[in-house]
Each structure stands twice: as structure tokens, then as C-alpha cells.
């Protein structure tokens, strides 16, 4: 089945500071989405992109759809202490028949971020 | 206010027991999805369901039964045969036509 490769799978940073984390697959999405979940929580929608190339940007938050369509990245400028939490990227694709979409997930980058 | 309610919050089950973990939306979506989140994991499939009394296997359905008479509801039952329920279950729902799912707030599911 398809497989998302989320880089890195921890991050520890200092307040203020950039971060950047990325996924990668083996096979072509027609749309990549970002999620945040806090613990104990559901991941909550922090970017949805549709076109390869689209860069789209939320608040400190600027993600992007790869060329290729196998990979995007997602980037969170000036950390906050708020920022801490699991960060999930998700491919979808349609089968042939074209309505039977399924979400396919990274395993996650867990961020922390020191006040 | 619109959204995904899952409950309980919390669920413990005893061995040989069957529970039903309850998801409920009030935002019309069409189709329904349920995860399983284990530590350090992704979330993997379990059922989904596109219409009303019709679903699907994803990609760990054994050990779990699901339904869908009402649009608004897809209860999840963990039954005796899963040897290892614990761990945390999200539902999800999306409208046709988005690519977004959109998620509950999950029940954490412990073994006694």
C-alpha cells in the first residue's frame, strides 16, 4: 500500500526559532494536508494544499505541494511555546472510481518547543 | 455549534468484552472514517463508510464491526476477538467533493 516517509520523527527547539519538517512517498497524491493534534486531542486541519507547486501560507505556517506530487513540506516560522504537539502530514488519492477517497498518514514529527 | 462528538472520553474493557465507541456529526458529511492511533504511530484505518448503510474494511478491521443507519452516526464496536484494543480512536468525516477529513476529539480505550 502507499507509504508517507515523515522526516524528522522529533524536534527540539528553542522559542523563536524556524522549524521545518517534510514527507515524502513513493507514489503521486492529488492533495497533501497538514494536521496538528495536541495531546489527548484529534488533529485539527492546518493547511490543505491541491496543486503541485501551490504554496500556501497560515498565520507562521507556510507549506508546500511538491513538483512531483510525492512530496510536501511544511514550515513554522518564530516558534511558540503553543506550537508544541504532533505534527501529521496526509496524502490523499482517489481509487478508479473516483469517489472512494482515503487518507494516507505520516507517522509524525513530535515538536517541542523550550520557553 | 457544528462538529464531531466522540464518546466517552474514556472507555475500560474487560476481557471477553464487547464496547461500542460512539461518533456522531451534525456537520451533514457524507462519509465517516474510523482510526486507531497507536504511540509514535500514524493513524491507521479501520472502517469507513461513504453512504448510509454501506461501509468498507481499511486496512486493520479485524477484531471490529462497525455501522451506519443514520448519516449523522458510525458507532464502532471492539469485540472479544481484538487481543489488543488499547490505544486512542478517532473518528473522522468528510463532504463529498472536499479532500478534507475532519476529525473528533477521540476516546482513549484501556483493557482492565
Known amino acids: 500500500g502507499q507509504q508517507l516517509n515523515q522526516s524528522p520523527q522529533s524536534m527540539f527547539i528553542q522559542e523563536g526559532e524556524d522549524v521545518s519538517m517534510n514527507c515524502t512517498s513513493s507514489?503521486?497524491?492529488?492533495?497533501w494536508l497538514w494536521y496538528k493534534q495536541d495531546p489527548g486531542e484529534g488533529p485539527v486541519l492546518l493547511i490543505a494544499?491541491?496543486?503541485?507547486?501551490e504554496l500556501t501560507s497560515n498565520g507562521r505556517l507556510t507549506a508546500q505541494f511538491g513538483i512531483t506530487r510525492k512530496d510536501s513540506f511544511l514550515n513554522i516560522s518564530a516558534s511558540i511555546p503553543s506550537d508544541v504537539g504532533i505534527y501529521f502530514c496526509?496524502?490523499?488519492?482517489?481509487?478508479?472510481?473516483?469517489?472512494?477517497?482515503?487518507?494516507?498518514f505520516g507517522k509524525g514529527t513530535l515538536l517541542t518547543v523550550n520557553p | 455549534d457544528g462538529g464531531i462528538t466522540q464518546s466517552p472520553k474514556y472507555l475500560f474493557r474487560k476481557e471477553g468484552q464487547n464496547v461500542t465507541l460512539s461518533c456522531e456529526q451534525n456537520?451533514?458529511?457524507?462519509?465517516m472514517y474510523w482510526y486507531r492511533q497507536d504511540p509514535g504511530q500514524g493513524l491507521r484505518l479501520i472502517y469507513y463508510?461513504?453512504?448510509?448503510?454501506?461501509?468498507q474494511k481499511g486496512d486493520i478491521a479485524e477484531g471490529y464491526s462497525v455501522s451506519r443507519e443514520k448519516k449523522e452516526s458510525f458507532p464502532l464496536t471492539v469485540t472479544s476477538a481484538q487481543k489488543n484494543p488499547t490505544a486512542f480512536y478517532l473518528c473522522?468525516?468528510?463532504?463529498?467533493?472536499?479532500?478534507?477529513?475532519?476529525f473528533g476529539a477521540g476516546t482513549r480505550l484501556s483493557v482492565l
Open positions: 496526509a496524502g490523499q488519492t482517489t481509487n478508479s472510481g473516483g469517489s472512494n477517497y482515503k487518507l494516507t
Open positions: 456537520l451533514n458529511h457524507d462519509a
Open positions: 507514489s503521486i497524491f492529488n492533495t
Open positions: 473522522a468525516s468528510r463532504l463529498f467533493g472536499r479532500n478534507i477529513q475532519y
Open positions: 494544499l491541491y496543486k503541485a507547486g
Open positions: 463508510s461513504q453512504i448510509v448503510n454501506d461501509f
